[in-house]
């Protein structure tokens, strides 16, 4: 069955770095669209990033640019984000997910699948 | 970037009820629009796509409707395991995506 795990999440202090991973099974990685999306506690949910199947296309939230990377490694079926320059506002519980682009010929954009999601907590 | 404005931000319903949740977008989004479920400290979980195609699985008491920058969410019977918070969002062809700020249905 389809699995989506996050890990990385933690406890770190204002201005340091964490690196989340996402595993992925069930699906064929190496074929799909993948983005990264977080809840602050008791808050809605926010977009953060986006990376094509290849790798070669990224997009990131304004609210994170220049201080969040994307990546992957399709042999591994894993998903990555680079978190520098952490701030408070950066604490929030991080989702993968899978991307749908399109339905046979019919383009659609939506997130079919979801990980259980890692925390961050950004304080000192 | 488009602004997704969503309400009401709570609702109380009696099982039975039918129950309607708008989104409105900051501009024309075609039928750009996805509608997604969440129940406490779970992940979210995709109900409808592109306005009004019930996602495979969805019992059919979900539907969705709507164009342009004008959306409705409809439960037609509410049931006790549909209490969660329901999230629009919008896609407009490229990111960046936005959600609605969420609606938190509770049972009356």
């Known amino acids: 069955q389809v699995q989506l795990v996050e890990s990385g999440g933690g406890l770190v202090k204002p201005g340091g770095s964490l690196r989340l991973s996402c595993a992925v099974s069930?699906?064929?990685?190496?074929?799909?669209?993948m983005s990264w999306i977080r809840q602050a506690p008791g808050k809605g949910l926010e977009w953060v990033s986006y990376?094509?199947?290849?790798?070669?296309?990224?997009y990131y939230a304004d609210s994170v640019k220049g201080r969040f990377t994307i990546s992957r490694d399709n042999a591994k079926s894993s998903l990555y984000l680079q978190m520098n320059s952490l701030r408070a506002e950066d604490t929030a519980v991080y989702y993968c997910?899978?991307?749908?682009?399109?339905?046979?010929?019919?383009?659609?954009?939506?997130?079919?699948?979801w990980g259980q999601g890692t925390l961050v907590t950004v304080s000192s | 970037d488009i602004q997704m404005t969503q309400s009401p931000s709570s609702l109380s319903a009696s099982v039975g009820d039918r129950v309607t949740i708008t989104c409105q977008a900051s501009?024309?989004?075609?039928?750009?629009l996805n509608w997604y479920q969440q129940k406490p400290g779970k992940a979210p979980k995709l109900l409808i796509y592109?306005?009004?195609n019930l996602e495979t699985g969805v019992p059919s008491r979900f539907s969705g409707s709507g164009s342009g920058t004008d959306f409705t969410f409809t439960i037609s019977s509410l049931q006790p395991e549909d209490i969660a918070t329901y999230y629009c969002?919008?896609?407009?062809?490229?990111?960046?995506?936005?959600f609605g700020q969420g609606t938190k249905l509770e049972i009356k």
């Open positions: 969002q919008q896609y407009d062809n490229l990111p960046p995506y936005t």
């Open positions: 592109d306005a009004s």
């Open positions: 501009q024309d989004i075609n039928n750009y």
């Open positions: 997910a899978r991307e749908v682009r399109w339905v046979g010929l019919v383009p659609v954009d939506y997130f079919d699948y």
């Open positions: 069930g699906f064929t990685f190496s074929d799909s669209y």
């Open positions: 990376i094509s199947n290849s790798g070669n296309t990224k």
